[in-house]
Structures are given as C-alpha cells and as structure tokens.
C-alpha cells in the first residue's frame, strides 16, 4: 500500500505565496506520475500540474506561470510552490500518485488552500 500525505495549506492573502508538500510512503516503485488537483466549493476536480516521468512537466492553463511543481525523489515528497495566488486559486488541493506496473491510482486526503482578496 502507498500513503500520500500533503500539509502546507492555510490562508493567505491575494498575491501571497504557499508551498504544498506531498509525501509518500510505502510500497513506492515505479511511480509513472504525480501530480496536484484541486476542488472548489460546487465544481468539479481539476488538474492543476503534474510530473511525468521524473522531469515532464505540464500545467493548467489558470496557473502556469506562477506555479512549480518539482519532486525531490530522496525524499519520496513532491512540492507546488504557489504564487502570485488569486482568489480563484481557493479550493482543498489533492495529491495524487500513479504507481507500478497496473498502474494504480493514489489519492492524498487533502489541504485546504484559502485566497483572501
């Protein structure tokens, strides 16, 4: 089994910066993917940005350019450094991973991210 752990949300400020931590444990091999969703109040789940691989990144459209996602592999933890934050950025911001040979679906429990404008 695999355990995605993220912490690092809170309530910031309009043009303020958070950075999100996400750390795995346990069976971890050959993790395929990893990457950030968010959920909003009354919408769906999106993407936000994901690494393929160990390098490959892509990002939505709504933050590239002011969010990184980066993977420290010794540390089993994957980052978003937020900036610039909007409002719109608000929602409880999701770790996934997909891991092994299936590949399997890893969903983190959650942190709430909340932009004051």
């Known amino acids: 089994q695999v355990q995605l752990v993220e912490s690092g949300g809170g309530l910031v400020q309009a043009g303020g910066s958070l950075r999100l931590s996400c750390a795995a444990s346990?069976?971890?091999?050959?993790?395929?993917?990893m990457s950030w969703h968010r959920q909003a109040p009354g919408k769906q789940r999106e993407l936000v940005a994901i690494?393929?691989?160990?390098?490959?990144?892509k990002y939505a459209d709504s933050v590239n350019g002011r969010f990184t996602i980066s993977r420290d592999n010794a540390k089993n933890t994957m980052y978003l450094q937020m900036n610039s934050l909007k409002p719109e950025d608000t929602g409880v911001y999701y770790c996934?991973?997909?891991?092994?040979?299936?590949?399997?679906?890893?969903w983190g429990q959650g942190t709430q991210v909340t932009v004051s404008s």
């Open positions: 346990g069976s971890i091999f050959s993790i395929q993917t």
């Open positions: 690494i393929i691989g160990d390098s490959t990144t």
């Open positions: 996934h991973a997909l891991i092994g040979l299936l590949p399997t679906n890893y």
